[in-house]
């Protein structure tokens, strides 16, 4: 049990020593220095005791001084002068007693017995953080640095409808959520929502620009991802046509995406002249990284190891790379976005386009389909295509209007009883933007050609250019 002094006067003295008898565990012992009885609790705990009298009397406090040895002192008072005075009384009697004041006057001590505690700063930093789109973080806890930050999800934001498990934490990390005024348990596969309330933990400039890239409804992909692109060549599989479309289009996207480096992987570089041209394509680019592998260390054991020194965001595959569904899979459990390119040039993209499927699955993505269309300037289409006519997809539509709105953009809905397959075969120059699921990486059999999944249909072909982001299967 230890002992700790409080001595209280002024316009806080009644709402302070309020809390601390509230905050009574019974794990201390507290001597209450009080000058006034109206400051005084109807409510008075065995382990407090009180005593009225002037604190600034060195004869009187050196009573209680001399009576227990206290670990801490606590001081509020209504006047500069006594709080010195008190102070210098304390040190008089324990010189190395730790004491926290309420300063209200710019008291300035250089001592590293006396934590001083700002009450206009904390009041202004109190009534700031009331206002919209100002972060709220912890002042009086650890390094008191502002280490700990809670966080309202937005609507629009690039976090929301992301489950904690997808996003990259580095230096921060989420340990607390508030949904409808209840804590929620933290775990990898919980989605975070709009008007989530999250609290974070890490370096005070990490969790501002953490704030930053939550708080926004602007593009910001790839962010929570990571914060760069990564595109993966193989010159012994891909042709030497591929290779070189794919190095363009990763500078285009390099150009038009919020990243901050395209890191370019050669595997298996067996033609000379392919890479003299991958080079010439790349040189003179500070924000483009070019790595040969020239050992043969595999898709799976290069990608492993690359994602985390790059800080990858965001992977390139060209079309030709999933013929090997056995390998490319493993990219899966790494929870990252997948641009598949296909036969069109992404530098000819004009519109986003979705067609809708689960709605647990698109409601996941949808925050990125408005956050690629604003990066890449583009007209948005949700296709709600049944041709059985027995789905009622209304709520999936309503949200995705309700996000349109949020992020101040337009969207056409088309709602048919047409064939996928028929309505992707008439589009051009598009990006489509479908959730990463295991499914699409097993094989099909020929009786299976008949399948009526829209995801599986679209992953199948290469026509498109496809974005596909990871989402939580159940």
């Given at each position: 049990m230890k002992k700790i002094l409080i001595i209280l006067d002024g316009i806080v003295a009644k709402k302070l020593l309020h809390r601390i008898v509230e905050s009574n565990t019974g794990e201390n012992y507290y001597d209450v220095v009080y000058i006034n009885d109206q400051i005084m609790t109807t409510k008075k705990p065995s382990n407090f005791?009180?005593?009225?009298?002037?604190?600034?009397?060195?004869?009187?406090?050196?009573?209680?001084?001399?009576?227990?040895v206290h670990t801490v002192a606590l001081i509020a008072l209504n006047s500069k002068d006594d709080m010195l005075n008190v102070i210098e009384n304390i040190k008089r009697k324990k010189a190395n007693m730790q004491i926290n004041i309420l300063d209200y006057w710019g008291i300035e001590l250089?001592?590293?017995?006396?934590?001083?505690?700002?009450?206009?700063?904390?009041?202004?930093?109190?009534?700031v953080e009331r206002l919209p789109n100002i972060p709220v973080v912890a002042q009086n806890i650890g390094l008191r640095q502002g280490e700990i930050?809670?966080?309202?999800?937005?609507?629009?934001?690039?976090?929301?409808?992301?489950?904690?498990?997808?996003?990259?934490?580095?230096?921060?990390?989420?340990?607390?959520?508030?949904?409808?005024?209840?804590?929620?348990?933290?775990?990898?596969?919980?989605?975070?929502?709009?008007?989530?309330?999250?609290?974070?933990?890490?370096?005070?400039?990490?969790?501002?620009?953490?704030?930053?890239?939550?708080?926004?409804?602007?593009?910001?992909?790839?962010?929570?991802?990571?914060?760069?692109?990564?595109?993966?060549l193989d010159l012994y599989s891909q042709k030497e046509y591929e290779v070189i479309k794919a190095v363009k289009e990763a500078k285009f996207l390099n150009e038009k995406l919020k990243n901050r480096k395209l890191i370019v992987k050669v595997t298996r570089?067996?033609?000379?002249?392919?890479?003299?041209?991958?080079?010439?394509?790349?040189?003179?680019?500070?924000?483009?990284?070019?790595?040969?592998?020239?050992?043969?260390?595999?898709?799976?054991?290069?990608?492993?190891?690359?994602?985390?020194?790059?800080?990858?965001?965001?992977?390139?595959?060209?079309?030709e790379l999933f013929a090997n569904k056995l390998e490319i899979k493993e990219i899966i459990n790494l929870r990252i976005p997948i641009l598949k390119m296909g036969l069109k040039k992404v530098e000819k993209i004009q519109e986003t386009v979705v067609v809708l499927d689960d709605k647990k699955s698109y409601e996941q993505i949808s925050p990125i389909v408005f956050d690629i269309s604003s990066q890449l300037k583009t007209k948005t289409k949700i296709y709600n295509l049944d041709p059985l006519g027995v789905e009622n997809k209304t709520d999936i539509l309503d949200h995705f209007e309700n996000l349109a709105k949020i992020f101040n953009q337009k969207i056409q809905l088309i709602s048919d009883e047409k064939n996928p397959i028929r309505v992707l075969k008439e589009q051009s120059d598009i990006l489509q933007i479908m959730p990463l699921k295991q499914s699409m990486f097993k094989k099909r059999y020929f009786y299976e050609f008949f399948y009526t999944n829209s995801d599986l249909i679209a992953f199948d072909s290469n026509r498109f250019n496809q974005l596909l982001i990871p989402v939580v299967e159940e």
């Amino acid at each position: 049990m230890k002992k700790i002094l409080i001595i209280l006067d002024g316009i806080v003295a009644k709402k302070l020593l309020h809390r601390i008898v509230e905050s009574n565990t019974g794990e201390n012992y507290y001597d209450v220095v009080y000058i006034n009885d109206q400051i005084m609790t109807t409510k008075k705990p065995s382990n407090f005791t009180f005593y009225k009298f002037d604190p600034t009397s060195f004869s009187k406090l050196s009573m209680i001084l001399d009576k227990d040895v206290h670990t801490v002192a606590l001081i509020a008072l209504n006047s500069k002068d006594d709080m010195l005075n008190v102070i210098e009384n304390i040190k008089r009697k324990k010189a190395n007693m730790q004491i926290n004041i309420l300063d209200y006057w710019g008291i300035e001590l250089k001592d590293p017995y006396v934590n001083i505690y700002k009450g206009i700063d904390v009041l202004a930093n109190g009534m700031v953080e009331r206002l919209p789109n100002i972060p709220v973080v912890a002042q009086n806890i650890g390094l008191r640095q502002g280490e700990i930050m809670e966080i309202r999800i937005p609507f629009g934001s690039s976090y929301a409808y992301r489950y904690i498990g997808s996003i990259e934490q580095v230096d921060w990390k989420i340990f607390g959520l508030y949904r409808n005024d209840r804590l929620i348990s933290v775990k990898p596969s919980l989605i975070l929502k709009p008007n989530d309330v999250i609290l974070i933990i890490g370096k005070p400039k990490v969790l501002m620009q953490v704030y930053n890239a939550m708080s926004k409804n602007e593009g910001q992909f790839p962010m929570p991802f990571g914060h760069n692109i990564y595109l993966y060549l193989d010159l012994y599989s891909q042709k030497e046509y591929e290779v070189i479309k794919a190095v363009k289009e990763a500078k285009f996207l390099n150009e038009k995406l919020k990243n901050r480096k395209l890191i370019v992987k050669v595997t298996r570089p067996s033609n000379v002249g392919i890479m003299n041209m991958i080079k010439a394509e790349l040189v003179g680019f500070d924000s483009i990284i070019l790595e040969i592998d020239y050992h043969n260390m595999g898709f799976k054991e290069i990608i492993a190891k690359d994602v985390k020194r790059f800080d990858v965001g965001l992977f390139m595959l060209s079309y030709e790379l999933f013929a090997n569904k056995l390998e490319i899979k493993e990219i899966i459990n790494l929870r990252i976005p997948i641009l598949k390119m296909g036969l069109k040039k992404v530098e000819k993209i004009q519109e986003t386009v979705v067609v809708l499927d689960d709605k647990k699955s698109y409601e996941q993505i949808s925050p990125i389909v408005f956050d690629i269309s604003s990066q890449l300037k583009t007209k948005t289409k949700i296709y709600n295509l049944d041709p059985l006519g027995v789905e009622n997809k209304t709520d999936i539509l309503d949200h995705f209007e309700n996000l349109a709105k949020i992020f101040n953009q337009k969207i056409q809905l088309i709602s048919d009883e047409k064939n996928p397959i028929r309505v992707l075969k008439e589009q051009s120059d598009i990006l489509q933007i479908m959730p990463l699921k295991q499914s699409m990486f097993k094989k099909r059999y020929f009786y299976e050609f008949f399948y009526t999944n829209s995801d599986l249909i679209a992953f199948d072909s290469n026509r498109f250019n496809q974005l596909l982001i990871p989402v939580v299967e159940e």
